[in-house]
Structure formats: structure tokens, C-alpha cells
């Protein structure tokens, strides 16, 4: 049987790699952003939860929760940073 290699994100949440690209942490999440992913899409970021979810349906009430907190406050300092007229959460 093949083993699969451990998720990079998760990896990046627990702080065991490339903890300097994480720009925000609460209890269980974090958020990265990746400017060289859309150039042209300045502020883009990925908020993600610090344990492997592979499903938003699977993510507990407190998690979706917490998770969609720091989405506004990202959407808030994106605004801020870079004078947005909005954004776009996917």
C-alpha cells in the first residue's frame, strides 16, 4: 500500500515548516497569503483551519465559525491594505 505524504498545510498550521508565511494565527486557524499565486489579485490569501478538514460539511459548528471570524477580518485588512472596493471569498 502506498503512504501518502503529509498535508503541507497541516504541516504549515501545527508550525512544523515555513511558519514565517503565516501571517495570522488564532487557536485553530491561520492565514497565509499568497501573493505570487495571482499576481494581479493583490491580497490574495488562504484561511485555513490548523487540523486536516477536507470538507467544510465535516468541520465542526465552533471551527466553521472561527474560520469565517478571521475570513472577516482578512476581508477587512485586504480593504485597508490595498484600498479594495470589496472582495471575493471562495
Known sequence: MQQMSPCPFCLIGAGDVDG???AYHTANVF???VPWQRAKNLGHCLV???AHVTSLHAAPRDLLAELFEVV???TAAVREA???PGSMVL
Open 20 to 22: 514565517e508565511l503565516v
Open 31 to 33: 492565514v497565509l497569503p
Open 48 to 50: 485555513l483551519p490548523t
Open 72 to 74: 472577516s477580518h482578512v
Open 82 to 84: 490595498f484600498g479594495a
